[in-house]
């Protein structure tokens, strides 16, 4: 009897509506925390933890969202309420109330501790989506201008001569770029691991599928030493390959990359460059 | 000899430039003491902003506030016109007043930059300064005739007075936009070495950027000029000495609040156009503002754009409460507002992201192996059309809520509307999902198709929506003044985020120029060239929109100096403080 009626009373505090808002809170939170991280992989996709930043970024959203169903209309938000007033004001909620008044004050000190506690790691920072590229740049002595710089290799390039681009981009990329690209162009070659941040991947739709391909051949001829101050710390161990491949074979390795990966380069708009 | 070593040295572009720098320097700057130049041409110039958005965002609120009231009969409209109005004459003074001061601190702390400015576009700011003595003088007119020609034609000619006022005012605005986007985006056939008095005044104003910056302000005013009044009625509202005015800001504050999200609803497609021609004039621009340093901010700009959606259906869905009729929405709600936080999580989720290095290695790299299919513009295009779509749906609930249509095919209309929807949404997502197979040239094209859907349900339902209700029968009047006042925080909220975007994607904006006075042509050589940093940008708008609402409060109680008191005019009893009377479900007429 006791237990049924503690299921009642479970099964109630579960239908009132603070229930209900702590209940999505935490569902929330276990979406947000595993889900994202461990459901994908069962259906063979890849993911990983979400970073505390946006899963604090997500949990503010929940919580902005729970907030608001919970107070749009007066019963619900009255009721909401009835819980923290009787713990608040009640005199049989004493030792309720003591409770948190330890509790409390003791989370937030561990969270605080958690915070400022010494650590070895490198601090976190905003980091660009993509480093802004310069106006010009200076190739072998040679300047260049980025904007609206179009691959020479594809120019009047017909199945055979971009045949032939490719396997020669494929050639570079193999004796220059797997060991930390990968053969397969997903950031993980033999040297991967032994890099953080680890190599850019090539086959998501986020990264050269966004680019145009005068910014990808400015990010292989300067590297990560030519990546401009903004943005900063990169942390990029990319050499700047101006120094050791020649202009035509950074356009036939970026040839290959598209080629291989299936992507199509940013192109422009008939008005000028792509926008999104 | 010296002619060939003074070629070889200028053939090398870091010395001819440093040498340019050098010459440029001298007698180029001013300095202010404490911030800076440009901390302090910055602030003058953003308040400058904030008070012409509101001049010319309030008249546009109050010429159509008359119309309707001319229209429909109703003289609330033409109290709240007029009321608003009397407030343009003190705003009038201070975006005066700011923008003499920024005139002396660009000429006095840039005084070559200026000049620049002066010989390219001294034609324009000779008419800029006629059309403004007109625009003033119409205002004054406008104000000043409103209880002398209120009948009749007389009240006609005095509605012609608002058009006037408001097409001056926008062709002033016109004018200064084409001298900043002149900056940003000069005409290609102007150089470094093109004397600024050859370049013809039309030709550097009909600049790239010039008509995409023009309609995405006068939308953005609108939106501006209804959430300043939404947020002057619900302090109003909160400070009601009695039941009559409670209700009348109550409704003001709703006509506000619709006013704004009517506009708002359609300021990020001006906005995306605006965007779409800085990356078509120039990719680098382009990349610096949406994937380099200033792309922290569209995070920011997503955030507080999902905040503005949430708090206008949140004032609306609350609102709901006063409606007779609107109980049988009510069950709806939450999934709108699912779709709505669903929304913003997706929108807001950055494509590069702010990790620990143990982090990024568990990632692969900056980009999140799963979520990074937010963190592009496929996810967000989607997201914010799917927002748009149900922020249209409240709006339509909330009108709908205590009618009773009397048309026969009353029925199958509202069942066209919401296939109207549904096939919008399906499009809407069904772009948005393609849109990660196809290159990003076809990719860009898609947000075309989505944002036509969502314009055509809404040009489609509204039209179908005013014959459906034309003749329809009440379920009981509305309860002006039956808010909790916690919604009214809602339309503070509003006001706030609006003032605090304006700044912040302005400084977007502007930034992208980077260390350029006009992009590529003139530079800047001042102690103050390198672009701020995010953070200094933050604080240096959120003083600026301190001092704004300041202001905008100061102007709000001067003129409420002039008020007659109204429970004494109108023997009214002062409102007790207590909750709203009315709970859901009641029909409490």
């Excluded at chain 1, 950031?187 to 991947?201: D, M």
């Excluded at chain 2, 006022?165 to 056939?189: C, E, K, Q, R």
Aim: net charge positive; charged share 15%.
């Amino acid at each position: 009897m006791p237990r049924a009626r503690a299921l009642d009373r479970l099964v109630n505090a579960a239908r009132h509506p603070f229930g209900k808002a702590t209940l999505i809170l935490v569902l929330c939170y276990l979406v947000f925390k595993y889900g994202v991280a461990y459901v994908p992989p069962l259906f063979g996709v890849r993911s990983a933890p979400v970073p505390a930043s946006v899963l604090l970024q997500f949990m503010l959203t929940a919580l902005a969202g729970v907030l608001i169903w919970l107070s749009e209309d007066e019963d619900r938000w009255r009721s909401f309420k009835e819980p923290i007033r009787a713990v608040l004001v009640e005199p049989d909620k004493g030792r309720i109330r003591m409770a948190l008044l330890v509790l409390l004050p003791l989370l937030v000190g561990v969270l605080a501790y958690q915070q400022v506690k010494p650590r070895v790691v490198a601090p976190v920072g905003l980091r660009s989506i993509h480093p802004a590229p310069p106006g010009q740049i200076t190739f072998r002595g040679r300047t260049m201008r980025i904007p609206g710089l179009e691959n020479p290799l594809r120019a009047g390039a017909e199945g055979g001569r971009l045949r032939q681009a490719y396997e020669r981009g494929k050639r570079v990329y193999v004796q220059n770029c797997v060991p930390c690209h990968g053969d397969l162009l997903d950031g993980f070659g033999h040297y991967a691991h032994g890099f953080n941040p680890p190599p850019l991947e090539f086959t998501s739709s986020g990264t050269i599928a966004q680019l145009t391909e005068s910014f990808v051949f400015w990010r292989i001829a300067k590297g990560g030493l030519g990546l401009p101050p903004e943005g900063t710390p990169w942390n990029s161990a990319m050499p700047a390959w101006e120094d050791f491949l020649t202009e035509d074979e950074i356009w036939a390795v970026i040839i290959f990359l598209y080629e291989q990966t299936g992507w199509s380069p940013r192109t422009s708009e008939e008005t000028g460059a792509a926008a999104e | 000899m010296l002619a060939a070593l003074a070629a070889l040295l200028l053939s090398l572009p870091d010395v001819a430039l440093a040498q340019v720098a050098a010459r440029d320097t001298a007698g180029a700057y001013g300095y202010f003491p404490g911030i800076g130049s440009r901390a302090a041409v910055w602030i003058v110039a953003q308040l400058h902003l904030m008070f012409a958005a509101f001049v010319l965002g309030v008249p546009i609120f109050a010429m159509v506030a008359e119309a309707i009231g001319m229209a429909g009969g109703d003289k609330r409209y033409d109290r709240l016109a007029k009321e608003f109005t009397r407030l343009l004459l003190v705003a009038y003074s201070a975006t005066a007043i700011w923008g003499a001061l920024l005139v002396f601190t660009l000429s006095s702390l840039y005084p070559r930059f200026w000049g620049y400015l002066t010989q390219v576009f001294s034609v324009s700011m000779w008419i800029y300064a006629a059309l403004f003595f007109v625009e003033s003088f119409t205002l004054y007119l406008y104000y000043y005739g409103w209880d002398i020609w209120k009948e009749g034609a007389a009240k006609l000619w005095h509605l012609g007075l608002g058009v006037l006022l408001n097409v001056v005012g926008t062709a002033v605005m016109f004018i200064a936009d084409g001298w900043l986007t002149y900056m940003m985006t000069p005409p290609a056939s102007v150089r470094p070495e093109t004397a600024p008095g050859t370049v013809g005044v039309w030709t550097a104003i009909a600049n790239a950027t010039w008509m995409p910056i023009n309609i995405h302000r006068t939308i953005a005013n609108v939106v501006f000029g209804g959430s300043i009044v939404a947020a002057y009625a619900a302090y109003r509202f909160m400070a009601a000495r009695n039941e009559e005015e409670r209700q009348h800001y109550d409704w003001m504050g709703y006509v506000g609040n619709f006013i704004a999200i009517s506009a708002l609803i359609v300021l990020p497609f001006a906005g995306y156009w605006l965007g779409r021609e800085i990356y078509a004039y120039n990719e680098q621009l382009g990349i610096t503002m949406m994937g380099g340093f200033m792309s922290w901010l569209w995070i920011v700009q997503a955030i507080l754009i999902g905040v503005l959606f949430l708090a206008a259906n949140y004032y609306l869905w609350v609102g709901m409460a006063r409606i007779p009729g609107a109980e049988r929405f009510r069950p709806y709600t939450k999934w709108m507002l699912i779709i709505l936080v669903g929304g913003v999580i997706v929108w807001a989720t950055p494509h590069t992201m702010i990790a620990t290095r143990e982090e990024l290695v568990a990632m692969g790299g900056s980009h999140h192996p799963f979520l990074g299919v937010f963190g592009v513009m496929s996810a967000k295009n989607t997201a914010v059309n799917l927002m748009i779509l149900t922020t249209f749906l409240s709006f339509l609930v909330y009108r709908r809520a205590n009618s009773r249509p009397v048309v026969s095919w009353a029925k199958t209309a509202t069942w066209v509307q919401g296939a109207i929807f549904a096939t919008a949404a399906a499009i809407v997502v069904f772009y948005g999902v393609y849109g990660y197979f196809v290159p990003a040239i076809v990719r860009i094209g898609f947000s075309v198709y989505q944002v036509l859907a969502v314009l055509a349900t809404i040009v489609s339902v509204t039209v179908l929506d005013i014959f459906l209700v034309r003749g329809a029968e009440s379920r009981g009047a509305i309860r002006w003044g039956e808010m909790p006042e916690r919604s009214q925080y809602a339309l503070f909220i509003l006001a706030v985020t609006f003032t605090w975007l304006m700044g912040l994607m302005g400084f977007a904006r502007s930034g992208i120029r980077q260390h350029w006075h006009v992009f590529e042509v003139m530079r800047d050589t001042s102690p103050w060239a390198a672009t701020p940093a995010l953070g200094y940008a933050a604080q240096i708008i959120s003083v600026c929109v301190l001092i704004f609402l300041g202001l905008v409060g100061f102007v709000f109680w001067l003129t409420s100096l002039v008020e007659k008191p109204v429970p004494a005019a109108l023997g009214v009893a002062p409102v007790a403080r207590v909750e709203p009377r009315f709970a859901p479900g009641s029909t409490g007429e």
